[in-house]
Structure formats: C-alpha cells, structure tokens
C-alpha cells in the first residue's frame, strides 16, 4: 500500500543550540522566571529597538495584562475584530468588558476601517487591533484610535519580527503590542510570549501584574541577600515566563533573522506555484513589512473547503483555518456584540478560507508538492 509523504501543517524547528540551551538551565539550579528570562527581555528589547519588553507566560496572558492596565469601567466596550483566535475578545471579557465584534477588510482580514469608523462613533473604550498572519495594521487605524483618544491594544501574536509605519513593530505609541512564543508561531519556546511597550508605566505594571500583582519576584526574593519583606499592590494573573523556556526562546532569537528570510522564500515559493489558480492570496500581494507567519488562501466560491482539505489530507498535507469568527461562537452571540453594519465579509469569506503549511522544515520540494496537490483539488 503506497503512503503518501507527510507534509505537517507547522513544526517547530529546534536546532543542537536550542537543546544545549534548555540543557544548560535544567543543570543550573534555577529553571523558574529568573536571570535567563532577563537576559531575553534585554535581547528582545533591542531587536525591537523599544524601550520594554516583559517576558510572559503567552500572548494571551500579555493581552490580558496591557488590557487590565487600561483600567476600564466594568461594561466599558472593547472592538476586535471578529477575525481572531478567541484569546483577543478574551482578555476584554477577563477585564469585565464587553468585545464589540467588528468586521474585516476583504484583502487583509485585518480591521475593516468602516466597520471601525462606525464603532467609534457608536462608543468604544478602547480597540484590540491584529496583525493577521503577520500582516501589520493600516496606518489609518492608529490615526483613528489616536484622533477619538482610546487606546489601541496590538495583538501581534503573528507578528513578531514586522514592520510598519513605526519600523519594527512593537507596541511605540500604543498600550503595548503582544507577542506569542507558542509552539507553530515563528519564534517558539513552546508556550511564551512577550509585551513590548515604550511607556514605562505599563512595563512596571506587567512586571507585578505577571506575579499576582506582588511587588517582588521570585528572583529577587529567594537570592543570598535578598531582603524577605514584599506587598501585593494589585491583584494580578500568573503569567510569567520561566527561565526553562526563556532559554530557548533566547537562542531562537539568535537565528531569527534567518528563520525570517527562510519564511519568506516560502512565501514567494507558494506565490509563484499558484500564479494562475483561482485561488487568491491574503493578502493579493506580498507585503514588504509581514513576518510571514501564515499562507492564508481564499477559494473559489462553490468549492467546498472540506472536500480540498479531505484531499490535501489524503495527499499528506496537513492544513488549519485561521479563524471562525467571533461572532459565530456561541458564548460569544450570547455575551458579545457585532459592530452596526455586522460582519458582511468574514460571514462571506468564513467558508473559503484556507492556511496551507508554513514552517522553517519545508523544503520548496514540499511547497510544489502542496501547490500542485491543491491544483489537483479544485481541478
């Protein structure tokens, strides 16, 4: 019985350094949220270029953290965009707020800058914006956040390694940008992210939010010298990163100019393999400052996307949809409201969207492979 090769939809890509890393932590003495998870944050922060960065358990966890810190009225509304893994509407809902459910632009299945426009005058507190796929933001909905005085919460769970208006992406002149380390994403120390932010006021509060809101760290509590004395100044969330995972997060870093470049090619590679199917991609065109974290395609209308993915799956290849959106899950029609004017182009486009595999393993043998098994499909 042939068996057809075997093409995952993510993997990790865990080098000899990235082992000797962890290695050397586990015989430390010291595996939990300490010198290695300093050492991550001070790296971070001047890849970034950005005056912060605090080192989290997961992206949902520094969502969670830079939305606490707004300090909103309880009911206070909070847009997001339907398009978006369920954690983004979480962190308002954590908060005792409420995520207003907004619509997405066609090409990005980022924010859709009318389904915002319509928000804001309806009242919104504040905004949690994505870079879906790894896609940054429009200009246009920093300048709307700003000229309507509410706070933008970056959810760049995709985006690590981006550039936009402000260069690398990073959370400059907003209430910080959020990262994710989880196990398919870019940069990956298997569950981790980051909160990246210039406002020295809100790296302070993450840094004690991230430890049930004491005043003290572990670190800095258990050292030969430490004195024992410290408070609770807020009641916060376990979110902090240990050094365990720190480490291999730091010697990923190491080498993720080169994970990028590698992404890239990919990105290309599956471009040129499909020029001329009746798909399309997400976005149309290649965009200069995307980290390249998904290859996102919309097909044709009519075709079913499970019989594509039923073949592709027969075929070896792995695939995911990113997203369901919000509004089309229970909890959140019961709990969440959509913005006026609903969310015409995510119900139509929910269907038809399809993420084909994306990780540092493949080869370009492997991306031909999934272009002409998926031609084969819609043929």
């Not at 994505?130 to 995709?158: K, N, Q, W």
């Not at 260069?167 to 990262?179: D, I, R």
């Not at 470049?261 to 798909?279: E, F, N, T």
């Amino acid at each position: 019985m042939h068996t057809p090769r075997s093409v995952p939809f993510a993997a990790p890509d865990i080098h000899a350094d990235d082992v000797d890393a962890v290695t050397q932590v586990l015989a430390s003495g010291w595996i939990t949220s300490g010198s290695e998870c300093m050492a991550l944050e001070a790296e971070l922060a001047d890849y970034l270029t950005v005056d912060h960065v605090v080192a989290m358990s997961s992206c949902t966890a520094a969502l969670d953290t830079a939305v606490a810190f707004l300090d909103l009225p309880p009911g206070a509304a909070v847009g997001v965009p339907t398009w978006t893994f369920v954690s983004t509407a979480l962190a308002a809902v954590h908060a005792g707020l409420v995520p207003v459910l907004l619509d997405v632009d066609p090409n990005t299945l980022n924010l859709d800058l009318a389904s915002l426009d319509r928000a804001i005058t309806d009242g919104l507190d504040a905004v949690i914006g994505v870079h879906f796929g790894g896609l940054p933001l429009d200009r246009s909905v920093h300048e709307r956040c700003a000229d309507a005085g509410i706070p933008l919460v970056e959810d760049g769970a995709h985006a690590l390694g981006a550039h936009d208006h402000r260069g690398t992406l990073a959370g400059q002149g907003t209430a910080g940008a959020c990262f994710s380390f989880y196990a398919t994403k870019n940069l990956t120390s298997g569950e981790g992210g980051a909160l990246a932010t210039d406002d020295e006021r809100l790296a302070e509060f993450a840094r004690s939010f991230r430890l049930h809101g004491l005043s003290k760290d572990a670190w800095s509590r258990y050292g030969p010298d430490a004195p024992h004395g410290y408070d609770l100044l807020a009641p916060g969330i376990k979110g902090n990163l240990p050094d365990l995972l720190a480490a291999l997060a730091r010697s990923q870093l190491h080498r993720f100019d080169a994970t990028q470049a590698s992404r890239r090619h990919l990105v290309q590679h599956y471009r040129k393999g499909l020029d001329g199917c009746a798909i399309r991609f997400v976005p149309d065109d290649l965009v200069e400052g995307s980290a390249d974290h998904l290859v996102v395609v919309i097909l044709p209308e009519g075709v079913s996307r499970d019989a594509v993915v039923s073949h592709l799956s027969a075929a070896g290849i792995a695939t995911s949809v990113h997203f369901q959106p919000l509004h089309t899950f229970g909890w959140f029609r019961e709990h969440a409201k959509v913005g006026a004017g609903g969310a015409p182009t995510a119900d139509a486009l929910a269907p038809r969207a399809l993420s084909l595999p994306l990780h540092t393993r493949l080869t370009d043998d492997d991306v031909a492979y999934v272009c002409d098994t998926l031609r084969g499909a819609l043929a």
